[in-house]
């Protein structure tokens, strides 16, 4: 590139680095730590932040991103860590969260697959403090690739969110094709219900009555680019489906309860699998989006049909109709995990 990257200039207005800081508070991290070279002076865009928590190269090192992670692993001994490079300018703070969402107990490594090679991706990737001392021993011994020792000690691989999430930037005609490309927009959205069920109870049942597919609360779901919810009853439902996932407003359940007096009416018995709090869902039909890392296309409206009239109370359907409070449809490009938030009272719109 010819300048130091660190201090490239994002299209958001911030330094990569500064830009990669605020990534990683964001995706929920307690400290961030700048990992700097031996002279290496702190990058532009801190002037705000009282001197910036900093580790260096040891002078007799040699360099590069094995020695800067042994550095911090000697320098916080106590902690885990998930490192970044800063030169991804694709990288979003939801892609993080799902990384760390994704974390199994006791995992030494977790990396997203390289969306080029298919091998990990050592700059978007967990490191528990626990394996300092193997890549001490690599410092001391060979100093392979750190791509060779995720690779060499069965680092488990997710699939990245959006095959250009890591792109990263080394030539002029790689900067200014990662950061002039349009960048998906990240929903800042709280999940907090997940409802799957593993039947349809209405579909196809006009005056039949009804099934008796009973609904399933999870704290996480696995989602499957171009076939659903594991375990839903539309997983895998036909190719291109349009209701691949189902969002709902949480403020249209809380309008629901007041409406017809039901302080204690569950979201599941209205069956979309996702109760968001945060996002006005109108706005995402025919948009592409991420979502705690993972990429969505809204379809259509999931609008009411007269079994609200059944499962709620009557009116419910038409109370329902108009200002997209039926839900939203979406298919799912990219898999990943969600993992709902702690539960908590739905706030009154």
Known sequence: MGQDKAALIHPDGRTLARRAWDLLHAAGCESVILSLRENQPVPPGFEDVTAPAVVRDAPDKRGGPLTGIVSAMQAYPAADWLVIACDMPRLEAPTLKNLLNARRAGESFLAYRSASQGDPEPLCCFYAGAVRELLENEIKGRARSLRTVLMENQCRLLD???????????????????????????????????????????????????????????????????????????????????????????????????????PDLSAGVLRRNLVVQGIDLSEWVGRKFLYQGIAF?????????????????????????????????????????????????????
């Open 160 to 262: 990245m969110p959006s095959p250009d999430a890591l792109d990263n930037s080394n030539t002029p005609e790689e900067w200014t094709r990662a950061t002039e490309a349009p960048l998906l927009p990240a929903w800042q959205a709280d999940l907090l219900e997940i409802w799957i069920s593993p039947g349809n109870n209405f579909r196809g049942r006009h005056e039949q009555g009804c099934l008796d597919h009973q609904v399933q609360r999870l704290l996480e779901i696995g989602c499957v680019a171009g076939k659903g919810l594991r375990g839903d009853r539309y997983f895998g439902y036909k190719e291109d489906f349009k209701g691949q996932v189902t969002f709902l407003q949480a403020e249209t359940l809380v309008r629901l309860r007041d409406h017809f007096v039901l």
């Open 297 to 349: 296309e809204g379809t259509e409206e999931c609008k009411p049909c007269y079994w609200m009239d059944q499962v709620v109370a009557p009116g419910a359907e038409e109370f329902l109709k108009g200002h997209f409070q039926g839900g939203l449809r979406a298919r799912i490009l990219t898999s990943g995990t969600l993992k709902a938030a702690l539960p908590r009272a739905l706030d009154s719109p």
